[in-house]
């Protein structure tokens, strides 16, 4: 299994970005993607997670402003980021499994396949 992020980049702070993830070489049935972030001198934090049975998951401070989708018919998941902050500045990794326990409780623990990441830089 492959998975490679793309869209990040360098906006101001009000501003949107798309990041797309593509997953190569899946072929589980069910699934379980989501989107993490580190910022420097930070711990890996989640961001938003989807899986197959439409359960959805968002990082408190993202509430409101991300949204977490999946193509039907490819293996992509998107995240789209409104109103950014500097605060969301960081890398954004995609990770990939066949299935994630409670949504309360996911985690990096959840996921065996990741990206390199894409950078995401807000600046006020």
């Known amino acids: 299994v492959q998975v490679a992020e793309s869209g990040g980049g360098s906006v101001q702070a009000g501003g949107s970005l798309r990041l797309s993830c593509e997953v190569s070489g899946y072929t589980y049935s069910t699934w379980c993607m989501g989107w993490f972030r580190q910022a420097p001198g930070k711990e890996r934090e989640m961001v938003a997670v989807?899986?197959?049975?439409?359960?959805?998951t968002y990082g408190d401070s993202v509430k409101g402003r991300f949204t977490i989708s999946k193509d039907r018919t490819q293996n992509t998941l998107y995240l789209q980021m409104n109103s950014l902050k500097p605060d969301d500045t960081g890398m954004y990794y995609c990770?990939?499994?066949?299935?994630?326990?409670?949504?309360?409780?996911?985690?990096?623990?959840?996921?065996?396949?990741w990206g390199q990441g894409t950078q995401v830089t807000v600046s006020s």
């Open positions: 990770a990939a499994d066949r299935e994630c326990g409670p949504m309360g409780w996911v985690s990096e623990a959840d996921f065996n396949y």
């Open positions: 989807r899986d197959s049975r439409t359960r959805t």
